[in-house]
């Protein structure tokens, strides 16, 4: 921090930075060298001080301390020297204890009165006139050498005193002196007039012990007792008080051209006598020993003297002043301590968040710093930002160079929200002292984005529009705690390992993040994973990403999706949030309102009222029934009471101790009833003031390759559009297609924009088509093509996205056969995983899994067939990437190539783990603790469907789960969420979506008790076993198998049939909370029989069924997630 002094015409000192330390108010003159005495006393003319000491003698300077000499003489070097005076005749005169020594300036002899010693006395007091006479006070009275004498002689003037203590001595303007005394433990002043002393104690109020007389340029006298100053008035002989210091006791004062200097033992005050009034106390007028003398010069400035040191002011006494007279803050942390001894940055704010930087200020051990408003150009009722850096953390994963490697920063501020949300910093007034409470905390986090393709400037520019508008969101969610500050994005898969966000090329990624990911490093594989552009569901991004436009689509609400739903994964990442539209409980999850919104943690969307910009708090789980949420049941509480455990806390520095507090919305006065703090980016209200999307600084570092755009439109062999078909950028080979880039799904008019390819490269298609003939039933027709790219679109990457009638007609290959197959894989004990291939039938040809590597090439892995399982299986010791695209190389029965290809993951064990293309998500078991890699397959093709009802439909990908070194642990409860799209139902309904596991031995899939969101599209189950899951349609009506290995066994129903009353039994392995329902055949709800916390233990219970009418009825025990039913007839 640097501080400017301009000197103005008028010596008026303006002082521009913050408040001056005591090194820059004064100089220290330099003391005679190997003085090892204490300073008694000293006396300056001009360039020349006379300095006296306690056992040293008299030293001299003629040039103002530069150099010093020592007037030794041998009576004064032992002596205590009280004071130095110089007369107006050219005498210096030393007074010791009981001695008085003169000498000539100009040229020193030293000459020794010894009339006060001869008499015994000592000397208690003296002072000398303007014009040279000398008075001395002892405890037998009042002695005076006239000027004309120079101190030769001695008279006593007691007078009618007669015998009285003198302790104090003033000659006035007029050379009368004034004296204070002590008599039989009295105190009293006397006034020496008309050659008689005369009392003049009237209207002091105290005991008048006199502290010190003085005399200003008016010729008016003063006298100091304790803290106050009097005035004595001539003619009336009289005294009235003239100020009162706000010091404790004055010793002395001084006066300067205007203004009144106040010394007390450790500091100085001044008074403005014509405003007559005091001006504040500073720390820079303190002095750190005991003032033993303040002189004002000649220039007005301010000499003091302690016992070991001199001070001379750098400013004159207007120049204090106006120091004074500073704009003065006390500054206060959130818990009322004062700040003091911290530096903080200053700034002009305004209420649209946009402050402008004006200098570091720093507090004194008051709390308190000063600053010069003008100087500054703030005026009354200008906002003031005053801001601390607290904390900065470094970043775990690497590459994080763009955003200096820091995490985040912690900073305290005082930033302030009204009722309505509204913003504001502190508000000057006219007030010498205002307070500001620094009691806002601010989190700046840092972000390294990764786009898997070589993109356009156009799309670049976009993402780094979302980012700053998710700024405001996040801040519009956090109640201003927290935003971006710096994002680096990357394209072309530049820092793919090393990011916070990885943005896939392919459309229909469902976004997925790892909680507390920005904790894990490089090899955890812990992003936030998010596809093109998010349009609130897989299908809507599908469909709107085909477009022409769909980089800069105007539709502002399909905008919002993309910036929410980032930083709702960011919530995961960032916060370690779980998702709160997952509940461990479906049946509490029933008493949730339709349509109540927990928060953004649950619903994102502009559509899902205020709330969707609000952490949950508190008050939104004022019903126990919804404390069933993933965040509540793994995090334990709402997310602001995490967010607030997280973060608010005593921050221990190298610079000090401060309390960052972080407010919930509880904790603030809130308007027009709302319990939530509105936002910039609050739907409901459109409070759009203190943003920060500005704040956010995004750099791109644009990698070129040449590379562009196709759009395709796939058609089958009858001409008709294709739709989700997988679609892949790959490098062209005679035998294998090696993928580069998985481009997602066309839409349901065939379309699909495929990015950041080359020409001569190779789009690989795959897909299935799925019809319903009636009287047949399913028909699915599986579909290939390899299609050589000819031209691109994009290569000017400053060119606008092409038209979408510029496009590519690709006819897919109908794959001729009936193919049906269940990829699975599998760790050994030595960690090396096993792909296995279940098939419908044997095949014709060995086929043959194709493994990527880390240069875009591959390896092959021959595979060995299995006649009792109808399997083919292959050891994949080749992987090399942790993630990417394996193929399965065929022939059909035309002997034409075909592909499956197969997504795969290969990642450290996490809390909340996403498969790849967000397909699944699982909340492992703390019990599974052995394990510390977690591998996942993905596949979408036919499946088999051995163990399912009749004209079962799958929806969404099988996806294959395993563990390494050990599987999930028998009764440990994992959190299996599968997603899917309604819209690839053709009749069966959504609600009869159940998970299976394929059963390798007995190859057939089994169900497994799980329950449907329709709103998010999930199916959830709870599994405790490695192993291949997939969604299809059940029917209720009829019987299937079930996994049943959990917390309950053993349900019956008995006896079955039944009448009027059945006994049902099972078992509990643990207590838990338990449910028993009633289903028809439809799988509709009859009744809840009961639903109460119950012990471990067998248990019994009577079910009157007397009411239910003949039919097939489903009786369903549910503890949490997990489920058991049992078939039961009744017969009237």
Known sequence: MKHYITILAMVIFIISASILRADELWDNLNLPSGLNADITSIAIDAQEIFLGTNSAGVYYSSDFGKSWYHLSHKLIDQDIIQNIYLSPNGFIFVIGQSLIYRSSRKQINWEVNYFFQRNQELINCSDMSIEGDLAVGTDNGIYKSDAVLNGTQWSNITGNLEKIKVTKVKFDAFMNPFICTIRKDQYSIYEFSNRSWQEVVEG?????????????????????????????????????????????????????????????DFDIRIYDKEKRQWLDESDDLKFDDRIIDLIVNDEDKIIGLTKSSIKISKLDIVGFVDWVLRKKFRVYDAKNNLMTNITFSLYKGSCDNNAVYLTDVTTNNLGIFSIDANSLGLATGDKIKLEKSIRTSSTIKSGHEAVNNRMYEIRLNNLKFNGDGQPSYLTLTADQYQDIKMDHTQLLFNLVISVEWDAKPQYLDTLKSWIQSMSNYLWDVTDGHLFLSKVAIYDNKQKWNQADIRIFVSNVVWPNAAVAGIKANDAADAQVRMPRRWYGNGDASRNRTALSNWITDPDNNWSRSSITTIAHELGHYLFGFW?????????????????????????????????????????????????????????????????????????????????????????????????????????????????????????????????????????????????????????????????????????????????????????????????????????NIPYYKNYTITSISGTDKDAQDSPLEEEEIVILDRVKGDYRFVSSWSFDKQGILTYNLFSKSSLTDQPVVVIPDEKSDYKIANTRYDSKTISYSAKLSEITKNDGIMQLSLKDE????????????????????????????????????????????VSDFLPITEGLVREPEHVGYIVSITSFPQDFLQGSKNILMMRYSKADLILKDETT?????????????????????????????????????????????????????NNYFGLKVLPNPVSNEAEVQFALINPDLVSLTILDSFGREISEVFSEYRSAGIHKVKVNTSSLSSGVYFFTLRTGMTSSTVKAVIIK
């Not at 100053?229 to 010793?251: D, M, T």
């Not at 570092?701 to 997988?726: L, M, P, R, W």
């Not at 899939?1005 to 405790?1024: K, M, N, Q, Y």
């Open 579 to 779: 998702d709160e539209y997952v509940w461990v409980d479906t049946n509490k999850q029933k008493t949730l309102p339709s349509g109540y919104n927990l928060g953004f943690m649950q619903y994102q969307y502009g559509n899902g009222g205020p709330y969707s910009s609000e952490m949950s708090f508190p008050g939104r789980y004022s019903n126990d029934n919804w404390k069933y949420t993933a965040q509540w049941a793994y995090s334990g509480s709402d997310c602001w009471t995490q967010f607030e455990k997280e973060w608010e806390k005593t921050y221990v520095t190298t610079f000090g101790n401060f309390f960052c507090p972080i407010n919930k919305p509880s904790e603030r006065t809130l308007s027009s009833g709302r319990d939530y703090l509105l936002g910039p980016l609050d739907f409901s209200a459109g409070q759009n003031q203190c943003r920060v999307d500005y704040l956010t600084q995004v750099q791109i570092f644009d990698e070129n390759t040449s590379s562009g755009d196709v759009n395709i439109t796939c058609i089958d062999d009858e001409g008709q559009k294709v739709t989700k078909a997988h679609t892949f950028y790959s490098l062209p080979s005679t035998l294998y297609m090696i993928p580069l880039l998985y481009q997602g799904l066309t839409s349901d008019d065939g379309k699909i924009k495929a990015l950041g390819v080359k020409v001569g490269n190779m789009i690989s298609i795959q897909c299935t088509k799925k019809f319903y003939i009636p009287l047949v039933g399913y028909v």
């Open 894 to 937: 035309s002997n034409n190539p075909f592909f499956i290809p197969v997504h795969y993951l290969i990642s450290e064990r996490q809390e909340k783990m996403s498969a790849p293309l967000g397909s699944a998500e699982i909340t492992i078991d703390p019990k599974n603790s052995e394990f510390r890699t977690v591998a996942f397959l």
């Open 204 to 264: 002091i109020k105290e005991e008048p012990i006199i502290n010190q007389f003085a005399f200003d340029e008016y010729q008016s006298f003063f006298a100091v007792i304790g803290s106050n100053i009097y005035q004595y008035n001539y003619k009336a002989k009289n005294w009235s008080l003239f100020s009162q210091s706000r010091q404790k006791e004055i010793r002395k004062i001084k006066f300067s051209k205007r203004n009144l200097i106040s010394i007390s």
């Open 993 to 1045: 979506l159940k998970i299976h596991k394929w059963d390798e031995n007995a190859r057939k899939w089994i169900l497994i008790p799980s329950t449907v969101d329709t709103t998010e599209e999930i199916v959830t189950a709870i599994i405790s076993q490695n192993g291949a899951y997939a969604l299809f349609t059940t029917d209720l009506s009829t019987g299937y198998d079930e996994i049943n290995d």
